[in-house]
């Protein structure tokens, strides 16, 4: 099955909108791992406005599972990971000011940082994760980088899903496969939902992690955020 790694972000800024601890950020991440989540997921920007730096260093020591931390590798973020430690590290290119991670790297023009970082946290044991789009070049390089991962940027497919699924998915999994061809793992993250998980992941069965928030959280709460994960899970299955 295909681990499910809940991004918390969104919980984080509904806190943040009216200060003091309410939604407990730490008792969202336990609360998601007892329903079944196989990880959780966190971006620190530098302006904190969901998940701050410290929150991080809350939330590592009671997480039972996963802990994949997302951000851009500046030197207050690579010591923040050299400190915490966790499962894995997940480098984007985003730009302070971004929104929402919304492009993969230019592995080529940031191939020597990327292996540097690659290699400054494998000597702690942390699995790294390079975001990348689908450019089959790009994947080939950032293989050169000693990654462990590639996260592949979903956001077009979400995009065209309705416009056409087969032709959305079509360069997702020829991306997925040359991955798993030079001996790296794949997540996949970005506007995944209960529209359109099913068909992506049975697409790409040997997926290792899906990272959702936005959809997730969203759909919490009309649901509830056991029943949500329990239908995200659902749709991991290989059928």
């Known amino acids: 099955m295909i681990n499910l790694s809940v991004n918390i972000n969104k919980v984080a800024t509904i806190r943040n909108s009216r200060g003091g601890n309410i939604p407990d950020v730490k008792k969202v991440a336990q609360d998601c791992e007892s329903f079944g989540a196989q990880g959780i997921t ?13 929150d991080v260093y809350d939330i590592k020591p009671i997480i039972r599972t996963e802990l994949n931390i997302e951000g851009y590798p500046c030197p207050k973020f690579v010591d923040l990971i050299m400190k ?3 499962t894995q590290v997940t480098l984007v290119p985003d730009a302070p000011d971004t929104l929402t991670s919304n492009q993969g790297w230019n592995v080529e023009a940031n191939l020597d940082k990327l292996a ?8 702690k044991s942390i699995r790294t994760s390079i975001f990348v789009e689908t450019d089959l070049k790009n994947i080939e390089l ?29 360069p997702f999994v020829n991306a997925a496969l040359r991955a798993k061809e030079l001996g790296m793992g794949v997540n996949a993250g970005h506007d995944l939902s209960l529209v359109n998980l099913e068909y992506f992941t049975s697409g790409i069965p040997w997926l290792d992690e899906v990272s959702i928030g936005h959809a997730l959280i969203s759909d919490a709460l009309y649901y509830g955020l056991e029943k949500t994960i329990a239908l995200y899970k ?6």
């Open 42 to 54: 966190i971006h620190p920007r530098p302006d904190e406005r969901h998940i701050r730096y410290g």
């Open 84 to 86: 915490v430690k966790p």
């Open 116 to 123: 540097e970082l690659v290699d400054l946290f494998a000597s």
């Open 234 to 239: 659902e749709c991991l299955k290989q059928k």
């Open 142 to 170: 950032a293989a050169k980088t000693g990654t462990d991962r590639i996260e592949l940027y979903t956001g077009p497919y979400a995009e065209n899903y309705k416009k056409g699924k087969d032709e959305a998915i079509k």
